[in-house]
T-cell receptor, first 116, second 114 residues
Framework: AQKVTQTQTSISVMEKTTVTMDCVYETQDSSYFLFWYKQTASGEIVFLIR??????ENATVGHYSLNFQKPKSSIGLIITATQIEDSAVYFC?????????????FGSGTQLTVMP | NAGVIQTPRHKVTGKGQEATLWCEPI?????VFWYRQTIVQGLEFLTYFRNQAPIDDSGMPKERFSAQMPNQSHSTLKIQSTQPQDSAVYLCASSLGDSNERLFFGHGTKLSVL
């Protein structure tokens, strides 16, 4: 069975610094997709970035990047030059490959607070 | 593009009453998902449809919960005989028709069962 674990409940950082959020996953599938989503204080959940398991290069979008360590089943999210508005809950999620269910399994989330 | 629309935003029901939650996915999206979010359980998958057909309902409580997608423009989640433990934010999401596509979430319906 698939499982996604985020052990960091909350993180506080100063504005303009870099933060890394950890995520480990479990799956029996050889092909899968890993996602990070952000939930703002208003409750809105938005997609940030995706890593396909067959790609060796770490995905990067804007000031978000991933640290994909497949042998460790780890997909860390790195946010550089953090801004106050990055304060939110960040969820790691996983989905099976094309032949499996499209069900997205979420981790428990990490609350990020960016301080001025 | 108005995004995924969920109605109502808030619903209060008495124990034992029925609750119907509505979702309008983004036009052109072929997959629709339902999730439930609580403080204790986090984000839980309930069910999803692809091209209006139910594909995976493994997260749905077997009793009292049902979901339908009668046409491509809306889906409903019905909870019969609501119980206090059903109180949660119910989230609908849609995506394009590929397994690696991102989900676009609605703002959710907060269900409170008194």
């Amino acid at each position: 069975a698939q499982k996604v674990t985020q052990t960091q409940t909350s993180i506080s950082v100063m504005e303009k610094t870099t933060v890394t959020m950890d995520c480990v996953y479990e799956t029996q599938d050889s092909s899968y997709f890993l996602f990070w989503y952000k939930q703002t204080a208003s409750g809105e959940i938005v997609f940030l970035i995706r890593q396909d398991s067959y790609k060796k290069e770490n995905a990067t979008v804007g000031h978000y990047s991933l640290n994909f360590q497949k042998p460790k089943s780890s997909i860390g999210l790195i946010i550089t030059a953090t801004q106050i508005e990055d304060s939110a809950v960040y969820f790691c999620a996983m989905r099976e490959g094309p032949s499996g269910s499209w069900q997205l399994i979420f981790g428990s989330g990490t609350q990020l607070t960016v301080m001025p | 593009n108005a995004g995924v629309i969920q109605t109502p935003r808030h619903k209060v029901t008495g124990k034992g009453q029925e609750a119907t939650l509505w979702c309008e996915p983004i036009s052109g999206h072929s997959a629709v998902f339902w999730y439930r979010q609580t403080i204790v359980q986090g984000l839980e998958f309930l069910t999803y449809f692809r091209n209006q057909a139910p594909i995976d309902d493994s997260g749905m409580p077997k009793e009292r919960f049902s979901a339908q997608m009668p046409n491509q423009s809306h889906s409903t989640l019905k909870i019969q005989s609501t119980q206090p433990q059903d109180s949660a934010v119910y989230l609908c999401a849609s995506s394009l028709g590929d397994s690696n596509e991102r989900l676009f979430f609605g703002h959710g319906t907060k269900l409170s069962v008194l």
